[in-house]
T-cell receptor
Framework: QKEVEQDPGPLSVPEGAIVSLNCTYSNSAFQYFMWYRQYSRKGPELLMYTYSSGNKEDGRFTAQVDKSSKYISLFIRDSQPSDSATYLCAAGFNYGQNFVFGPGTRLSVLP | SAVISQKPSRDICQRGTSLTIQCQVDSQVTMMFWYRQQPGQSLTLIATANQGSEATYESGFVIDKFPISRPNLTFSTLTVSNMSPEDSSIYLC???????????FGSGTRLTVV
């Protein structure tokens, strides 16, 4: 079993839809969780990070961590064509140490 | 956040040759990280490079294949040695962000070995 699993997609949604992206992880000791967005031919850029369980909101993006089920989610409200990218989740023990990345979900938001 | 310049952005190389990838950061950083991103697979950490000491390699990666230099706090290189088609991948350098607990990545080097 991989440490962080993620449905690779592709996922296509119409503009304005609510998008739900999900990851599961296997190591219950993970405490830090991140979501990155990667446009084609670019490096990943950090969208959100969370510590332990709970929700975190930033504009149209909400990150959610459920440590009891080892499940992390990213919700995108009012999705835009500019949100079309690959979204990578990552989990780790401590900031500054090796984070384990999921393979990414490719999202297309259709105008 | 730090700005990372990585080059080359892409290259096509003959098997058996070596390619050196450069990573320049616009601020001083303690640790720099080198990742490999294979198609459809997770970002995988190759090694962590600290200035003034040997790089620390992750399981499955060795110094003879991926030698790393870190001559100062703003620069690092990764060499992919004696390349084979299996080394075709995207290679990325990364540093810890100073302001948001995340990591900043370079734009990557897309390597194709023929």
């Amino acid at each position: 079993q991989k440490e962080v699993e993620q449905d690779p997609g592709p996922l296509s949604v119409p503009e304005g839809a609510i998008v739900s992206l999900n990851c599961t992880y296997s190591n219950s000791a993970f405490q830090y969780f991140m979501w990155y967005r990667q446009y084609s031919r670019k490096g990943p850029e950090l969208l959100m990070y969370t510590y332990s369980s709970g929700n975190k909101e930033d504009g149209r993006f909400t990150a959610q961590v459920d440590k009891s089920s080892k499940y992390i989610s990213l919700f995108i409200r009012d999705s835009q064509p500019s949100d079309s990218a690959t979204y990578l989740c990552a989990a780790g023990f401590n900031y500054g140490q090796n984070f384990v990345f999921g393979p990414g979900t490719r999202l297309s938001v259709l105008p | 956040s730090a700005v990372i310049s990585q080059k080359p952005s892409r290259d096509i190389c003959q098997r058996g040759t070596s390619l050196t990838i450069q990573c320049q950061v616009d601020s001083q950083v303690t640790m720099m990280f080198w990742y490999r991103q294979q198609p459809g697979q997770s970002l995988t950490l190759i090694a962590t490079a600290n200035q003034g000491s040997e790089a620390t390699y992750e399981s499955g990666f060795v110094i003879d294949k991926f030698p790393i230099s870190r001559p100062n706090l703003t620069f690092s290189t990764l060499t992919v040695s004696n390349m084979s088609p299996e080394d075709s991948s995207i290679y990325l350098c990364s540093v810890e962000s100073q302001d948001n607990y995340g990591y900043t990545f370079g734009s990557g080097t897309r390597l194709t070995v023929v």
